[in-house]
């Protein structure tokens, strides 16, 4: 089965070298490798010509964000099984073979996770897949904590994160790619709802293993930027996928989750403007959002309470998370 790797770049070039060179050294050898190029300015698309002539290169003059460049990257690609990887991660040399391996086995999934490792040091988790709370406010499960081995379990996970996910192209065919509207940020969740809502699980497979550095491109997650696409799509997110019922069922969640996102990006980021800037192209976007909720109710396969079943399971897990860290903290670890 042929996997194309598609890897999003925006003046990424000091993150290339490790991250292809650790492509090329895959055990699968049935691969194909996309860089779409976002209109960097650092000499990446040079470096990639003048190293790598095997990869093929997708080039925008601007930058068109993540989820345009990956779908760009999709609609070129041969592949039945498409990897998104971060331009700032490194691969161990089994990661394509391990997924590809549930892939094959398991026909109920539609995609599939991997445990990330901390680029910058490899007792830490960067996470074990992504995480959504009844609030709507994302998060990766075990993100910074020691890996201790709590994670080396195969098991269903709501969604892979982006940056290092292998997905089946039938579900895609099925749902439709990400959305562009999003252009960065929690376009991974909302693909991850919306695979769940068509009756398509994701599995994480603890033996695939990746390297991420984390905001290698957009920096700090307090900057402008992140601040107000993470404010945006957090509602873009809840508005086309939390059904109905539990859309009232949540509120309270909603109003806490999103208000303590505004309260920890103001006295940590000092970022109110952007928080602003967001909002409102929230609020700007809501007919497309709702258009795009049609949509996905048309194509929902599960019931209403497995929905709120694998939010509040991935909430949990989210808050056992968080307090496994402070513990950490509190312990010097």
Sequence with gaps: MLVSIIIPNWNGKRFLKGCLDSLMEQTYSELEIYVVDNGSKDDSVEFIEQNYPSVKLIKYEHNTGFAPAVNAGIKAAAGDYLALINNDTVVDKNWVSELVKVLDAHPEIGSVGCKMLAYDDHKLLDGVGDGYRRGGLPGRIGHREIDTGRFDTQRYILGACGGAAVYKRTMLDDIGLFDEDFFAYLEDVDIALRAQSAGYKCLYVPSAIIYHLGCGTTGSGYSPMV??????????????????????????????????????????????????????????????????????????????????????????????????LKLQVVQGN
Excluded: C
Aim: proline letters at 5%; aromatic letters at 10%; zero cysteines.
């Design 227 to 324: 601040v107000k696409l993470s404010a945006r799509n957090n509602i873009n997110t809840i508005v086309k996928n939390i059904p109905m019922p539990l859309l009232i069922k949540f509120l309270p969640q909603i109003f806490f989750w999103q208000a303590f996102y505004f309260i920890v990006v103001i006295l940590r980021g000092g970022q109110l403007i952007p928080w602003m800037l967001g909002t409102i192209e929230s609020i700007l976007l809501m007919p497309k959002m709702i258009e795009k909720r049609f949509q996905i109710n048309k194509k929902r396969k599960v019931s209403h309470s497995y929905m709120e079943q694998i939010i509040v399971e991935s909430e949990k897990e989210l808050e056992d998370s968080r307090a496994r």
